[in-house]
T-cell receptor, first 112, second 115 residues
Framework: DTGVSQNPRHKITKRGQNVTFRCDPI?????LYWYRQTLGQGPEFLTY????????KSRLLSDRFSAERPKGSFSTLEIQRTEQGDSAMYLC??????????FGPGTRLTVL | AQSVAQPEDQVNVAEGNPLTVKCTYS??????LFWYVQYPNRGLQFLLK??????LVKGSYGFEAEFNKSQTSFHLKKPSALVSDSALYFC?????????????FGDGTTLTVKP
C-alpha cells in the first residue's frame, strides 16, 4: 500500500506527558499537512511543510506543539505537557503542490 | 479568510432515491473545492474535486458535484443512493494559488441511507 501512513493509530496518555506521532507521506508528494479533528467537527489545519520547510502554522499550534520534517520525507508532531483538551484525532495528509490532499488513517489521542 | 458551510448536520434518504449534500464556501479568488468521505474511526477518503472547467464533476462511487460560482456552492449529488453510502461527508475549499496549502473544511454532514 503506497498511501499515507500514521503511527501509532491510538495513543492513551496521562495529562502532563509528552507524545510524538509520526506520518509517512506518499513517496512522490513533497507537501505534508497536519490537521486536528474533534468529535462533531471537520479537520482543522495545524501546519504544513513543503519538503523540509514549514511554510505555514495555525495559531491553534500553541508553543506546546512542534512539528518537524527534517529530511523532507516523514514528519513528526510532538505535543508537550499534554492537556485533556488535546484529546482528538490527528490527521496527516500529503500532496503535490496545488493538488489533492490525501489523508492517512489518523492517530487518536486520549489524554486522561 | 476562507470558510465552508454545510447547513445540514444530517441527511436521510431511502435507498434508490437521489441524494444531495449541500456545501457553500467563501474564498479569495478562484476556489479549489473538494469532497471527502469519512467512515468511523478512519481518515478522510477523497471523492472528487473542482479545479476548473466543467461545472459538473464526477468522482468515485457514482458521486458527482456541481460548482455554482454565483451561488458559491458545491453540492454533492448521487442519482441513486446505496445503504453503503451511509457515512460522514466533508466539503473543503482552498485558494487556487499554488502556494496555498491550507484547506478549510466544513463540519460535516452525516448521510444515512435506509433500506
Amino acid at each position: 500500500d503506497t498511501g499515507v501512513s500514521q503511527n501509532p493509530r491510538h495513543k492513551i496518555t496521562k495529562r502532563g506527558q509528552n507524545v510524538t506521532f509520526r506520518c509517512d507521506p506518499i513517496s512522490e508528494h513533497n507537501r505534508l499537512y497536519w490537521y486536528r479533528q474533534t468529535l462533531g467537527q471537520g479537520p482543522e489545519f495545524l501546519t504544513y511543510f513543503q519538503n523540509e520547510a514549514q511554510l505555514e502554522k495555525s495559531r491553534l499550534l500553541s508553543d506546546r506543539f512542534s512539528a518537524e520534517r527534517p529530511k523532507g520525507s516523514f514528519s513528526t508532531l510532538e505535543i508537550q505537557r499534554t492537556e485533556q483538551g488535546d484529546s482528538a484525532m490527528y490527521l496527516c495528509a500529503s500532496s503535490s503542490p496545488g493538488d489533492t490532499q490525501y489523508f492517512g488513517p489518523g492517530t487518536r489521542l486520549t489524554v486522561l | 479568510a476562507q470558510s465552508v458551510a454545510q447547513p445540514e448536520d444530517q441527511v436521510n434518504v431511502a435507498e434508490g432515491n437521489p441524494l444531495t449534500v449541500k456545501c457553500t464556501y467563501s474564498v479569495s479568488g478562484n476556489p479549489y473545492l473538494f469532497w471527502y468521505v469519512q467512515y468511523p474511526n478512519r481518515g478522510l477518503q477523497f471523492l472528487l474535486k473542482y479545479i476548473t472547467g466543467d461545472n459538473l464533476v464526477k468522482g468515485s462511487y457514482g458521486f458527482e458535484a456541481e460548482f455554482n460560482k454565483s451561488q458559491t456552492s458545491f453540492h454533492l449529488k448521487k442519482p441513486s443512493a446505496l445503504v453503503s453510502d451511509s457515512a460522514l461527508y466533508f466539503c473543503a475549499v482552498r485558494g487556487s494559488n499554488t502556494n496555498a496549502g491550507k484547506s478549510t473544511f466544513g463540519d460535516g454532514t452525516t448521510l444515512t441511507v435506509k433500506p
